[in-house]
Structure formats: structure tokens, C-alpha cells
């Protein structure tokens, strides 16, 4: 089968989502033996920090104009076997109605941002889809599951509304081999990755920040770009902007404790795991995550993942000397048996199958 997609980037994972969950999806979907094409606007923030311009497991076109993406919509229509467009993909509405005109048996919407979406979509403000697109749509895959679906049939009348997680990639993400080391800088007490957004700003400051001042000794790393405080942060706290995708293996495997931090649309909606989750259970972290609705569907809290909503807890669990072997063990096998990238593939193919009555190539 071939798999179209328009989507905000493959080639940067700088200071968005969206890159690794597109590679972890697109390689599974290689391994079961199909082909797959990227198609991404040239934009200069990933134009200047583009960390896979050539992957091995798709084709991929950078393209400049929005005359470029309309003709790769039309050429997607008579050469794809289903057509996938993202949410936050730019001219993304002209492409849907491009597509939808010409009838193709399989068009879908990737939303990697469904509860954002959903509230643009309340406000009439959303640049990237419209409400008469959803009941047109073979399929209407999200990032989110749970409750969140429902209202897409009951309030935008979707065919089929699809939960498909972010997932990870096990060729990339594993634990620290026998004598394996990292970058110094990389090892921590407390690391969090993630671009500043003010409604996680509060957590921040309660589950990093805070026990960074009170345990003056301990090492601390946030990593991530916009932060308007960073020269106010403790000294014992590192900064790095960005942390290109070689090294998060490195900060997983290499950090005491890693932490999760959810924004509020997503808190509000619940079933939204982030693919930060999926990875550093795969290298072995353990994990502390801020409480959210769905999250033991993902993870047994005080099993396979900590939970923290105060200061208090986090420097309890800071202070605890318990390695957590069995938390790590039961983490990762979690991930490996349900959230690879195969496993996300698999999940994509049995939905466009029952998209359409006309059957697609089997998984292998």
C-alpha cells in the first residue's frame, strides 16, 4: 500500500511534536512492508534546524509554494492508495478541499492536536480544517482517545473517529548497554524536555523548579526553546534550547528521574500521552508524569510510572534512594508490548481497511 500524508514537518523536530511521531509511525509502517511519501512546506524555523533531510523509511518533498502542495495534493489523489493530512499543516483547509472534491476512496485527518482543535473548531478560528471537512472524511485519526471521540461524531458528525497514540521507535529508543556511556551533561537528577507553553508553566515551577532551590546539590535540565525566565532559574538548573533527537536516548537513560509535563487542553481532555512517555520508558527512565484522565489506560501509577502534582511529592521522590528496578522493567515491557511504531502502523492500516470496502495489502 502507499500512504500519502501532508503533515507540519518530517525533517525538524525543533520545537514541535509532530517530526518524531510522523517517524515512528512512517517507520513501523515500512517494517509491515508498505510505502509511504512525506510532503512539507518549506518553512524557515525547520529549514534551519533540520535533523533528518534524507529518511531511510519514506519518501520526503520539501516544497515552497502552496501551488507546489495543491499539484502534490492532485498527484496524491491518482497515485496513493489513502491520503493522510495533519493537523497544523500549512494551507491544510485548500488541500482537504482539493481532495475531498476528487472523491478518493481513502482521504483522513491526522490530528495530533484534537482537544486545540476541537476549541478552535467551538470558536470558528481553526486555519487548518473546517467543520463541513469532518463528515466528508473516510477517517478521523487523533492523538486523543477517550470522551474526546465521541464528540466528534455527536458534534461534528465524523464517520469514524480513530484513536492512533503517538509510539516510538524501538531501533532508536532502548536502555544503556554494558558499559555504555553519555555526554556528562546529559546526566541528571530531574530532566523535563519540552517548548514553554504558559499552562504548563505553573507545573513547572511546583515539580522542577521549586525542589531545584530547596535541593541545592541535586543537577536539574530542562530542555527546550521560548522560555521567557530561563536567567531567573536556579543555578543548579542547566538550560539547553534544543536537544536534537541523537541525545534523548542519552537524557532518558542517563537522568535519576524524568518528568512529564501535560498542557491543560490535553489535561481537560485526558487519553492524550505524550510520545516523551513512550520513549523514556523504552531507555529504561522512570518516569514522574502530572496526573491526567486516562493516564493508568497507558501506565499503572506506583507500578510503572510516579505521579506528582506538588512540591511535597516531588521532593519526597527525589529524596528517595529506591533504584525503581522493577518500575523501569515493567515500563518498558509495557511500551515494547503495546506503543511501537509497528504497533501504531498496524492500527492506521485495520482502520483504512474498514474505511473502505475494497480491502488493502495485510500486514506482514
Not at 482543535?117 to 478521523?140: F, M, Q, W
Request: net charge neutral; proline share 7%.
Amino acid at each position: 500500500m502507499r500512504l500519502a500524508i501532508f503533515g507540519l514537518t518530517l525533517s525538524s523536530s525543533w520545537g514541535n511534536g509532530h517530526a518524531v511521531t510522523y517517524r515512528s509511525l512512517l517507520s513501523g509502517w515500512r517494517q509491515l512492508g508498505h510505502q509511504a511519501v512525506f510532503y512539507e512546506l518549506q518553512q524557515e524555523w525547520y529549514q534551519s534546524n533540520r535533523d533528518l533531510p534524507h529518511p531511510g523509511f519514506c519518501e520526503l518533498y520539501l516544497l515552497e509554494t502552496r501551488a507546489q502542495m495543491l499539484a502534490a495534493a492532485r498527484s496524491a489523489v491518482l497515485d496513493a492508495d489513502a491520503v493522510l493530512v495533519g493537523s497544523f499543516t500549512p494551507h491544510a483547509t485548500v488541500l482537504l478541499d482539493t481532495l475531498l472534491a476528487a472523491d478518493h476512496p481513502r482521504i483522513a485527518f491526522y490530528d495530533i492536536d484534537t482537544p486545540i482543535t476541537l476549541d478552535a473548531l467551538r470558536r470558528g478560528v481553526c486555519e487548518y480544517l473546517r467543520p463541513e471537512h469532518i463528515p466528508a472524511l473516510d477517517a478521523y485519526f487523533s492523538f486523543t482517545g477517550g470522551p474526546l471521540l465521541a464528540e466528534l461524531a455527536r458534534c461534528f458528525g465524523t464517520r469514524q473517529a480513530v484513536p492512533l497514540y503517538c509510539s516510538f521507535d524501538p531501533e532508536v529508543y532502548y536502555p544503556a548497554r554494558a558499559g555504555e556511556t553519555f555526554a556528562p551533561q546529559l546526566s541528571n537528577d530531574l530532566s523535563y524536555m519540552g517548548t514553554y507553553t504558559p499552562d504548563r508553566q505553573s507545573k513547572l515551577k511546583r515539580l522542577l523548579l521549586a525542589p531545584a532551590r530547596q535541593l541545592p546539590q541535586a543537577r536539574f535540565l530542562i530542555a527546550g526553546p521560548l522560555y521567557p525566565d530561563a536567567a531567573q532559574w536556579p543555578p543548579n538548573v542547566r538550560h539547553v534550547i534544543h536537544l536534537y533527537p541523537r541525545d534523548h536516548r542519552g537524557l532518558y537513560a542517563s537522568s535519576r528521574f524524568c518528568l512529564n509535563l501535560t498542557r491543560q487542553a490535553m489535561v481537560e481532555a485526558g487519553y492524550s500521552p505524550s510520545i516523551r512517555l513512550f520513549e523514556a520508558a523504552a531507555c529504561g527512565a522512570v518516569i514522574v508524569s502530572d496526573p491526567w484522565p486516562g493516564l493508568d489506560s497507558f501506565f499503572q501509577p506506583g507500578v510503572e510510572i510516579l505521579v506528582a502534582s506538588e512540591t511535597g511529592e516531588m521532593l519526597e521522590i527525589l529524596r528517595s534512594r529506591d533504584p525503581l528496578t522493577q518500575l523501569r522493567a515493567a515500563a518498558r515491557a509495557r511500551v515494547f508490548e503495546s506503543h511501537t511504531g509497528r504497533h501504531r502502523a498496524a492500527e492506521l492500516l485495520a482502520a483504512l481497511e474498514s474505511a473502505c470496502s475494497h480491502a488493502l495489502p495485510q500486514a506482514m
